[in-house]
């Protein structure tokens, strides 16, 4: 069973930084996207930021400018850079991805879990003022 293991969680001071760090348990594993999501308390849980296999990438309008999101040139690691921090990125932060099903042979074309379908525990960050 794969699991994806997140690090990088502390307790900053508003204005600081942080970096996350997403990673599978095997090299086998093989995923299409990878996303960063938040909970925070009393909150619903919102993604944050995403990365396909094509290099795009995705913001919330809340982080966009402030958060970058980055894998490593194996694609075995997923980070999130997290600058400028704001006492409201409080929360739970866990990586998630939906695996590569399928790669074609004769034609390199590829089939995707259709959702995220693996998610790891999370890891705190707390943004004080």
């Known amino acids: 069973q794969v699991e994806l293991v997140e690090s990088g969680g502390d307790s900053v001071q508003a204005g600081g930084s942080l970096k996350l760090s997403c990673a599978a348990s095997t090299r086998k594993f093989s995923s299409c996207g990878m996303g960063w999501f938040r909970q925070a308390p009393g909150k619903e849980r919102e993604l944050v930021s995403g990365?396909?296999?094509?290099?795009?990438?995705f913001y919330a309008d809340s982080v966009r400018g402030r958060f970058i999101i980055s894998q490593d040139s194996a694609k075995i690691q997923t980070f999130l850079q997290m600058n400028s921090l704001k006492t409201e990125d409080t929360g739970v932060y866990s990586c998630?991805?939906?695996?590569?099903?399928?790669?074609?042979?004769?034609?390199?074309?590829?089939?995707?879990?259709?959702?995220?379908?693996?998610w790891g525990q999370g890891t705190q960050v707390t943004v004080s003022s």
């Open positions: 990365i396909w296999k094509n290099g795009t990438t």
């Open positions: 998630a991805a939906n695996n590569l099903l399928f790669r074609s042979t004769a034609d390199g074309r590829i089939l995707c879990a259709p959702k995220y379908n693996y």
